[in-house]
């Protein structure tokens, strides 16, 4: 008559599961779980199957190299210049991206309203746009970045 636990379930808990300290079952576990012989018996596995197994490649840039930037388009800035724009000089609206979170102004889009624009850093397209609505930069950096 068959019986409902098996064995292994039977002997969960001791040590040895019942095989004793001695013998064929000490230290034997389930290794099914390692990629055993790589570079011995399984060779062959490995150059038919999985060639880049060894090996590194490529390079890794650190994390902390990284800058952030966050842009943002003329097309973007026309749609909600007046929204977020925090004064007016002269009929022309005053819009300070460096308080709202961008750090670069890209000249993606179109500019219809005179607008002056304090960012750190710009494209040379944007700039360009920028005058020719009427309109100027004030980039808190003196250096333009040319993309």
């Known amino acids: ?58 390079f890794t840039s650190p994390k902390s190299l990284h800058r952030k930037e966050n842009i943002v388009n003329l097309g973007e800035l026309d749609e909600i210049a007046e929204k977020i724009a925090t004064k007016k000089e002269k009929a022309k609206l005053f819009v300070d991206l460096g308080s709202l979170g961008y750090t670069k102004l890209l000249g993606t889009g179109k500019i219809t309203k005179p607008i002056i624009v304090k960012v750190s850093s710009y494209s040379k397209l944007a700039a360009e746009k920028i005058k020719e609505a009427g309109g100027e930069i004030l980039a808190e950096t003196p250096q333009e970045s040319g993309e």
Do not use: C, N
């Not at 290794?31 to 199957?49: E, F, L, N, P, T």
């Open 1 to 58: 008559m068959p019986h409902k636990l098996r064995k292994i379930r039977k002997k969960r808990g001791s040590r040895t599961q019942g095989y004793g300290r001695v013998g064929q079952h000490r230290k034997s576990g389930s290794k099914g779980y390692r990629k055993a012989g790589r570079h011995k018996h399984g060779w062959s596995y490995v150059i038919r199957y999985e060639p880049d197994y060894f090996g590194k490649k490529g």
